[in-house]
């Protein structure tokens, strides 16, 4: 691909760059032949990352943020649509998993940093692209939620809670942007062997490795579906979820392994 290319080459804006689902996302679209707008805390290991896979300035920058802070995440994205322009593609990947006890103070605190990241950071993620694409009448958002996010799991209230609020956010938003040419795409993953489901103490049917997410995911956002669980196995096992009488489920999660709570890592 030539430099003239790269300069009319596609571009994604990806947060949570640095590691599992967001590296391999990165690693499709670069694929692809997109060009790449990285953002994560860790730039180091993004810049190690840019560099093993050869890709140039021209097709990778790395815009430093914590999607925590919500100014800090849309400063990067300013920063990006002065550097590499308007992208085609936004993609909010970043979040955090950890087990909480509502009866433990300490994990009210762990609860406001995962909707923190989970939820302002993924509205303050598109926050600074959402009109520019408006005006240009076209784009794609991304709300990376979780099929956690479906029915509440004991011992994972904050993070089913928060992947929840990611599933009706990026709905609300998608009736807020109808018939502007902006898609509206939620993507719930089931399990990923990445760092976030690492030391999980439980079953994780159905897991699939990063760059098989990141393929089926690609095709999805590409084909601008609205709603999609990954994989389609997993959807078939929420739904059924979700169908299931209340007191038949609380019977049937009793005994299952807990997420671990931040003073247990």
Known sequence: MSTTDNNHAPLVFITG???GIGQALAARYAQAGWRLA??????????AWIRSAGLGPERAQVYGADVAQADSIIAAGHACIERQGLPDCIIANAGI????????????DVMAQIFAINNLGLAATFHPFVAAMRARGSGRLVGIGSVAGIRGLPGHGAYCASKAGVISYCESLRTE???????????CPGYVATPLTEGNRYGMPFLLQPSEFAERAYRVIEAGS????????MGVV????????????????QGRGRKRRLSER
């Open 17 to 19: 760059a640095s590691s």
């Open 226 to 233: 609205s709603y999609r669980v990954i994989p389609w196995q």
């Open 38 to 47: 990285l953002s994560a805390r860790r730039t180091g290991e993004v810049e």
């Open 97 to 108: 998993s950890i087990g909480m006890d509502t009866a433990e103070r300490a994990d009210l």
């Open 177 to 187: 942007l109808h018939g502007s040419g902006i898609k509206v795409v939620t993507i």
């Open 238 to 253: 929420a739904k059924l979820l979700r169908i299931v009488p209340n007191g038949l489920f609380d019977r049937a999660v």
